[in-house]
C-alpha cells in the first residue's frame, strides 16, 4: 500500500507491501467560504458575559508564535475592526508574540504570522520568557505557580488572546486563556506549571480535572483576560469554526467540538505506527514534533515500533533542552530519566524526559532533514527516508501485525 504523509512544507511517499494499514485521522471538515465573515460573526456574537472594550483604554492581544498554525490573517482583520467599532484608536492597541519559552522571534520574521499590514501599522513586540526585566510578578495561584507575565501586555486596560483550539499533550486542550497564561508568562510560571504534567490527569484531552489546565485557568483569571477569540482548524489548516467571547465559556463551546473532531477510536494497539505531526510548522522543530511521538505511545503495543517524520528545519528548538540532552553523562533513556527525576522539574529538559519516557518501551525510528550524528546525541535512531525505515521495521514485525499511520499526529486523540 501507498502512504503519503506531510513532511515540512512538502509529503513523504512510501510503500507498505502485503500489508492492511490503518490510518488513524481526524473526521473530514470542510473548511467555511467566507472565513473573515464567519470571523466577524462570532465577534459579534460573543459566548459567554464580556464587556467591551471603551474608547480612550489601550488593549494588548497576544498573537501566537510561528510554531502554531493559527490563521491570523482571517481572525485579526475582523478583531480590529470590532476594536475600532468600539473606540479603540490603532495607537492604543498592542500585539505581544506569545512565545512563551520558546526562541524570541526577531522583528524580520513578524510578517511569517502576521498580515504586513498590521507588521507595518501596530506595535509589536516579542515575548522574552527569560527576561526578567520585562515581567511583571501578579502573585501565585492556589497551586503554588509563581504567575510572573508581560509587564507591556499587562499594563494595557483591556487583554485579549487570539489562537486556535486543538488537542494538546498535558494540557488536555490548547486555546482559551493559554496563549497569554503560557504565551507571555516568565521562566518560572512556565516550568512550575508544566512539572505538573506527570499527574496522571495532566493528559491528552483532559480538561476539567486536569491540573495543569486548570492553573492555567487561574493565570486567566489573575490576568484579567476580557475576551478570547479562538479557531477550530481541520486537517488542511483550515477554519471550520470560530468561537469568540468569555474565554472560559469559548473552552466549554469548543471542547465537545474538537473532540467530534480529533478523537479518533483505534481498535487495538499497534505493532508499527507510521507519524507526522501534521507538517510544517507542527514540525518546525523536535521540541513541537515530540507531541507526535507522545500521542502514537498511546495506542503502542510496548515494544512496538514508531517511526517519526519530522523535518525539524530549526533543530531541537530549545537550547536549554540540546544543551542537557548532548551531555555525555545521556547514554541511554534510562540514564534520562535518572538524571531528571534527581535534578528535579526544568523546562527543556523536559522535552528529553518526555521523548525518553517513551522510548524506554518503543523502538523510535526518525526521518528529519536534522545531521545524523546530531540525531545521535538526541539519543534517537536516524534513516535516510521513510522508505527505508519501513523497510527495518517490517523485518521484526510479528505475525498479523497491526500497522497505523498518523499523518496529523500533534491533533489527533487515539483512543483505545
Not at 294 to 306: E, F, P, Q, S
Not at 366 to 393: C, E, G, N, W, Y
Request: net charge negative; with cysteine; glycine share 6%.
Amino acid at each position: 500500500m501507498k502512504i503519503q504523509i506531510p513532511y515540512g512544507k512538502s509529503q513523504l511517499i512510501a510503500d507498505i507491501p502485503g500489508y492492511d494499514v490503518d490510518f488513524i485521522v481526524p473526521k473530514n471538515h470542510e473548511a467555511v467560504a467566507k472565513p473573515l465573515a464567519v470571523v466577524r460573526n462570532a465577534i459579534e456574537n460573543p459566548i459567554g458575559a464580556i464587556t467591551p472594550p471603551q474608547a480612550g483604554q489601550r488593549v494588548s492581544i497576544a498573537v501566537n508564535d510561528k510554531t502554531r498554525p493559527v490563521p491570523h490573517e482571517d481572525l485579526l482583520p475582523p478583531l480590529l475592526d470590532w476594536l475600532q467599532d468600539c473606540g479603540i484608536r490603532h495607537e492604543h492597541i498592542l500585539f505581544v508574540i506569545a512565545t512563551g519559552t520558546h526562541p524570541v522571534m526577531p522583528p524580520e520574521e513578524y510578517t511569517w504570522i502576521l498580515p504586513k499590514s498590521i507588521v507595518e501599522g501596530y506595535r509589536i513586540i516579542c515575548h522574552d520568557a527569560y527576561d526578567d526585566s520585562t515581567l511583571a510578578h501578579i502573585g501565585r495561584t492556589s497551586r503554588a505557580t509563581p504567575v510572573f507575565i508581560n509587564r507591556d501586555y499587562m499594563q494595557a486596560d483591556y487583554h485579549i488572546v487570539v489562537g486556535n483550539i486543538e488537542p494538546h499533550q498535558f494540557m488536555g486542550f490548547s486555546g482559551g486563556v493559554k496563549s497569554a497564561a503560557i504565551g507571555v508568562a516568565g521562566k518560572a510560571t512556565i516550568n512550575h506549571n508544566h512539572a505538573m504534567m506527570t499527574d496522571e490527569y495532566a493528559k491528552l484531552g483532559e480538561y476539567e480535572a486536569n491540573p495543569a489546565r486548570q492553573d492555567v485557568e487561574e493565570i486567566g483569571r489573575m490576568m484579567r483576560i476580557d475576551f478570547a477569540l479562538n479557531a477550530i482548524l481541520n486537517g488542511k489548516k483550515q477554519i471550520v469554526r470560530t468561537l469568540a467571547g468569555n474565554p472560559v465559556e469559548v473552552m466549554k463551546v469548543a471542547i465537545p467540538q474538537v473532540r467530534s473532531i480529533y478523537q479518533v477510536p483505534v481498535n487495538a494497539p499497534f505493532d508499527l505506527l507510521i507519524v507526522s505531526p501534521g507538517g510544517y510548522p507542527k514540525d518546525i522543530n523536535m521540541y513541537q514534533a515530540q507531541k507526535a511521538l507522545a500521542h502514537a505511545a498511546l495506542v503502542m503495543k510496548d515494544g512496538g515500533t514508531v517511526i517519526l517524520c519530522a523535518a525539524c528545519p530549526e533543530g531541537t528548538g530549545s537550547q536549554s533542552y540540546e544543551t542537557w540532552i548532548t551531555d555525555t553523562r545521556m547514554s541511554d533513556h534510562q540514564a534520562v530519566l535518572e538524571r531528571f527525576k534527581q535534578e528535579g522539574f526544568h523546562i527543556g529538559p523536559h522535552k528529553a524526559y518526555q521523548i525518553s519516557r517513551d522510548a524506554t518501551r518503543l523502538h523510535v525510528l526518525l526521518i528529519s532533514d536534522m545531521p545524523t550524528d546530531f540525531v545521535r546525541k538526541l539519543l534517537l535512531h536516524p534513516l535516510p527516508d521513510l522508505q527505508a525505515a519501513i523497510d527495518i521495521a517490517l523485518r521484526d514485525l510479528p505475525d498479523n501485525p497491526h500497522i497505523g499511520v498518523m499523518p496529523l499526529a500533534n491533533s489527533t486523540i487515539p483512543m483505545l
